[in-house]
Structure formats: structure tokens, C-alpha cells
């Protein structure tokens, strides 16, 4: 597969042929801001769309891998981790272990792997309900990740989230959000977090400013919520990714059926930031805008609109009988397998061999396996844990009778809760 | 009557009003001598505290180590905003116009000069993605007070408010806290129209996680500004649009209200009135006329909508054995509504009447101003329900 060869400049340059964006008209005088602190920005709409159709005519790049044998087998390891993960989460499923709504992520690894192993560990990622591999790719441990989808104390939000609320504070993984599009806010106020411990706090990181990746979907690009972060990104020039892993369906919405103009990284743009439409199948392309785009967060010229075309193989959710995707389209997208690719890559270009690529197979076999015991194994959370999280500053549960803050008293936690 | 606490204050302009006192203030020896010499709970009720009122302003007055300053309810805010941003430089404003213009009620009024246009940040019109922003922002270690131009735009924010405000320290296991402030005047105003005249605690008072104070006199509304930012709780501080120029002298040195306590009024013997926000002034402008009549009213201003202070209310239910809630909410599902049932709950035997709710209509707020009267609760009808309690 060839990689792409993807420079700033490109990243950047008007669109030949796009009618209307590069001729937008000066703000008037009256309606410019009045204090210098957001600058004046030109109203030139500058973006790029780059499809994997265009790249691929580019043999220059193809002549050299675009990654090291360390970067390669690095992003193996993780995307190979992600689907023996989640098809684990489909057996244990059936098996009666884990219940309620679990989204599966197979099939688009290469856009977690791809973006999240760019990440610092300061760096955020915020996700939607479909968030076990962002979390494995964050760093969370495959048995933390585990444990809390048996509804285990152990599991990294001690059981109370679940499949669809995935947090962990030490990897900056700010969720799990199970409404589409409200997860794209808490992004925005992370990218806000980040700028202003700069501006304000004084607080700077080496590299440049904590960047904040925010994943969702195609249907939740027909969002209000989308549309106003956006909007709010653009104009403070926070540090942020919008991750769109558009894979064609919504539950059973088709894209196409929902969206006007179904080419989303198109509203990047209209916003005033770069839209960038990239191969989700191939990790290699997707790292290679990743970068850039991370870049550009970091060094505080603002967010980037990236539109990954990727492809679930399994339904919606392990409840979702899966009956309106065309075969044939499902078997387009199982030839382009990420992995696949991948190790096809790899093996092509002499990074490693099949059987250095088989014991990582294997490797991650045993950690997947491992989890589920320690998952097994571990207790489920006791009765008194129902009411200790739901407030931070638990006098929030007010002063009893007695004068004394109700959750002082050790009864509280029995019996049904009374205000 | 007991005296004045220290940080007692007295109010001008809206009807004489009791100092407030710290909840175990009254000796109990007086209280039961006071019990005693006015009969059984149904025979003869005779006030003894007619002069009471007065003699406590005076007190009060005096209560402020120095001199104190006069303050309106918004600049009583707006103090309290400086000087938490001052003292915490994570603590940031974020909302509609609360930069260059000031705020649209002047809470944030030369804030952005002072501090500047990242932590006083005007956003643009999207309060779903703006209180989200706030809630990423608290994740992320920062102290944000989000404001709602009027509390009725939260509506919009609700996703956000329940959701994500409420609900993600729980779902994290504890990891993240969303120590966030959303403030808002509310409340119906004069002919402001259905949809400017909500009243939003109802809708709020169900989410799990979220707590509920609303302010309703300069003093308490710097305390209680101050203390949400610095709790670690996600806080709806509830502002109303018609108080915002109530004028009072709040103490020169720094304060800060319990978020959990109610604020006693006024005491009394006869009744326990629990109310809060705007209609703690209907209540004691009837208070003047029940007083006049021969009552003697307890009034207490609850302050904390969620969690409720069942202590100070159970400690005045136990003395006065009836109790009447006067609210601004509509009837159905309101605060008085979860009030009474707490009341129920707790303090059953100790009722000799039942529960008395005052609510506002189940109508949207007309604009004509002679409905818009009647659909909130007017002195006269407290008075009426008083004397019907009371018999």
C-alpha cells in the first residue's frame, strides 16, 4: 500500500475550483472585534482534501516506508490489540459475562492507532460509546478496560460507567459518552483547558500546547453540537482534532439517507479550518495526517477537521441484527482490513517477518486472555459503594436530622436514599 | 429574641426583615418558656414578638465588625466573582455578553478589563456546547462559572447540565470532578413573557449530582457565589431577575454562606414558612400583616434547594408543629412538591396540620400584567393560607 506523502504545503493550499470560498467578503468595519486580542484573521477559506485516490498516484513515496520497524510494529501491536479485544467483548458477550449496549470498533483500528500513538500522555482523547480501542490505545490496561465491562470494582471507573463510559484520569481519556455529540464539548472545553493554562496559568509544556482529539461519527455530524464546536474551535484556535470515523452507517441510517452534502470534511472549511478527507483503512495515511494535523494543534494554529473513511464489521452493537448493509459492501471493505494491510506492508517492506508479526499475534492472545481472568476473578462492587462517587464534596447530600451531613452517617449507604 | 450573629446584616427596602441567624442561636430555656406561656399549638395564639422585628434591625446593623458597605445584589455578585478570581487564577466567566458588554444584568461588569478576554470569555450563541465546554474545562482542572444569560436558556444546556454536569464524576468512578458554577437569573419578572419567566430548579432538582442554592438578598449572594466556586460540586446558583437591585450593607471582611444551610428569617412560633429566592419578600410583606393580626410567623428562607437543610427546617417544624412552603415554582413537580415530601418523611409526628403549598400556576407565564399577578402567589393569599393553618 503506498504511503502518503503529505506536506504542510499541501495541507494548506486553496482548493483549485471551489466556488465562493476564497472570494469571502471582508468583515465591515463596525462588526470587527473591537479589542486586538483575537486577531483579525483573513477570510480566506483555506483547506485541502486530500482522498486516498489522489495519493495513490504519488510512486515517489511509495518507494520508501513510511515508518520505522519500531513505529510499524508498534502500531501492529495496538491495532492487532484493538480486534482480539473487542471480538473477546463479543464472546463474553454471548456468554452472559458483559451486558447492556457494547459497540464493537472492528475494522477501523487504523484511526485509533493511526491518531492516538501520536499522543503524549498529557495529551487528551475524548470518544463516543464506541470507545474500548480508543481506551486500549490511549494506554488504559486491556484489563481495566475489561473488568469494568463486567461491571467489576476493579474496572477503571470501578463499574459505575461501563461499555459506553470508558474514563481514565492518569491517560487524559475524558470518556465514553453515550449521546452522540455531547462528548465534542468536553473536547472543546479540554482544548480550552489546555490554551488557557498557556495564556493564563503560564503553565507550557515542552512540545507546545496539550492537544485534545475528539472521535465521533458520521451521524453525529448532522449535530448541533458538532456545528457550535466547530465554530467555538475555530475562533479561540483551540488545540484540537475533530475525528470524524465516518463508516457510513448510523445504526441503520445510512449516511447518505441522513446528510445533505455527505462530504463532511467539506464543513470544516465553512468554519474557516483545513478539511481533511483521509483512507480510515490505512493506518499509514491516517498517521500521516494525524501528524500534521496534531502538529498544528500543538504549535496553537488550531483545529483541523479530519474525516477518516473507515468501516465497521460488525453491526452497530452486539444487539444490532446488521440486515441493511449490502454484502458486497461489506466484502469491499473486509478486502481493505487494516491489519491486513498492514502486515502486508510490513512483510513487503521488510520491516519484520510473518513470524515476528505471529508471536505479537500471540502476545497480545495472552494479554487479552489475561484480562478476561483477572476480570473473572475480580469482586463485583459492594452495596456500599452505590452512593460514594455522585458527589465530589459529598456534603451535597445535605444535613440530616441529626445535624450532621447525611452521608456521615454509616446507614446512609442502606436502605433507599432520602433527601 | 436572641441577638444577631456576627455576620447578621439588615435589608433595606423590601420590608423589615428579622437578622439572620445561625442555626442554633436561640437559648432553649427561652424558646420553651415562650412555648409555654402561649398555650397549646390549638388554642389561643398571641404574638408576643410584634416589636421583635424592629428591635433585631437594630442589632443587626450593629453585627458588622466594621462598617460595612452598601452594595446592590448584582455588584454583591459581581464582588464576589473579583475576589474569587483574584484569590484563584483557574477560576474563569464564561457566557452570552459577559465580556465587552458587561453582562446583560451587569454581574461581569468590567470583569473583562480586569482579568482579561480568555478568562472572562464572551461565546457565541450555543449554550448546549458552551456549558460542555465548561464541564471539559472543570475536567481539566479549571473552575469555570457559566453563565446563562437567563436561566431559561439552559433548556438548552440540559443535555450538557444532566448528562455531563451531573453525571460524570459518578460514571468516571470518582476520577474526574466538575467543580463548575452555572449561574442565572430566572424567575418571573414584569412581563417578560412566557418563555423569559422559567423557573428552572424543578426541571434541575432531579439530576443526580447536581446541588441547587438560590440567593435572595445581596449577603447571601456574595457568600453563596463564593462558596459554589469553591466547592468541588457542579452548583446551580439560582439569581432572580427582579432582585438584582435590592440594595443592603454586606460586611467589609470576607465571608462565605454555607451552601447546605438555610437562612432563618424570622423567628417565630405559630408557623414555619419555608420559601426562597423572590418570594421570601411576599412572604414577609405578609408577615407585617400576620404580625398586625396577631400571628407570629417563623420564616425561613431555604436557601439550598437541593440538598434541602432538614435539620434547621426539622428544629422549626419540631417547635411549631405547621408548616407552610411558599414557592415560585409551578405545582406540579416543583421544589415545594419534594419539599413536602421530605417534610412527610422525616417530621410526620410532629405536624398538627398538613403541609401547606403555595405555588405558582401550571400556566406559562402570560404577558398581561393582571395575569401575570395571579400566576405567581401574592401576599394576600400567604396571609389566607396562614390563618387557614392556623385555626
Redesign the interface.
Known sequence: MAAASFTAAKFLAPVAARSGGDRAPQLPASARPRRGAQQQQPRLRTALAVSSDVLAGNKAAAAQPAVTREEALELYEDMVLGRIFEDMCAQMYYRGKMFGFVHLYNGQEAVSTGFIKLLNQADCVVSTYRDHVHALSKGVPPRSVMAELFGKATGCCRGQGGSMHMFSAPHNLLGGFAFIGEGIPVATGAAFAAKYRHEVLKQSGPDGLDVTLAFFGDGTCNNGQFFECLNMAQLWKLPIVFVVENNLWAIGMSHLRATSDPEIWKKGPAFGMPGVHVDGMDVLKVREVAKEAIERARRGEGPTLVECETYRFRGHSLADPDELRKPDEKSHYAARDPITALKKYIIEQNLATESELKSIEKTIDDVVEEAVEFADASPHPPRSQLLENVFADPKGFGIGPDGKYRCEDPKFTQGTAQV | MAAAAATASSLHGVGAAAAAKP?SAAPAARRSVRVAAAGSSRGRLVARNAVAAKADEAAAAAGSKSGGHEVLMFEALREALIEEMNLD??V?VMGEDVG?YGGSYKVTKGLADMF????VLD??I?E???????????????RPVVEGMNMGFLLLAY??IS??CGM????????????IVIRGPGGVGRQLGAEHSQRLESYFQSI??L?MVACSTPYNAKGLMKAAIR???PVVLFEHVLLYNLKEKIPDEEYICC???AEMVRPGEHVTILTYSRMRYHVMQAAKTLVNKGYDPEVIDIR?L???????I?NSIKKTHRVLIVEECMRTGGIGA?LR??II???WDYLDAPIMCLSSQDVPTPYAATLEDATVVQPAQIVAAVEQICQ
Do not use: W
Request: with cysteine.
Open positions: 442555626r487564577p483557574t474563569c465587552h482579561g478576554d480568555l478568562r461565546t457565541p450555543a448546549n456546547s458552551f456549558t460542555g465546554m465548561g464541564v471539559g474545562a472543570a475536567m481539566k482542572g479549571l443535555n450538557q448528562n455531563n460524570l464524576h459518578y460514571t468516571s468512578g470518582g476520577q474526574f470532578k466538575i467543580p443526580p449530582g446541588q466547592s468541588e460540586n451552601l447546605e444551610e439550598s437541593k440538598p434541602f437543610d432538614l435539620h434547621t426539622g419534594s415530601s421530605a418523611d422525616n417530621f
